[in-house]
């Protein structure tokens, strides 16, 4: 049940005409809780944007870097991630984590997803600011 909640609530979350567009590049960021949320964006060029309450964040990421962003995507293999997942045991006020790769948006309410956290960690060490 709850986790069908999670559901209806991150697909209430999708910006109308969201399914419609084809989005490329990575992005991710927290959503709900009680806390400031925030998306950092990278396009398939490297630029890097960013919304809300984002960490300080570089501006480009090189080849390189995206090169090895959609490695890590790979080996986690994140297009077989479930789309929500809600771990046991977090409380309700916490923020949920996304990452959106392409079109692809796989969204984590708690830290129970070794994989997940695994991209998230590299998206936010190669945005961080230098």
Not at 95 to 102: K, N, W
């Amino acid at each position: 049940m709850r986790t069908a909640l999670v559901l209806a609530v991150a697909l209430a979350a999708t910006p109308a005409g969201h399914a419609n567009r084809v989005l490329t590049g990575f992005a991710f960021g927290r959503t709900g809780g009680n806390i400031m949320p925030f998306t950092v964006a990278i396009s398939t060029t490297g630029k890097v944007t960013a919304s809300g309450a984002a960490p300080a964040h570089r501006r480009l990421l090189t080849k390189l870097q995206l090169a090895n962003l959609n490695r890590v995507a790979f080996e986690v293999k994140f297009d077989t991630l479930p789309v929500v997942t809600a771990c046991p045991n977090t409380l309700p006020d916490v923020a949920a984590q996304f990452v959106r790769v392409g079109n692809r948006i796989v969204r984590v309410h708690g830290g129970c997803l070794a994989r997940f956290d695994r991209l998230w960690a590299a998206l936010s060490r190669a945005t961080a600011a230098p």
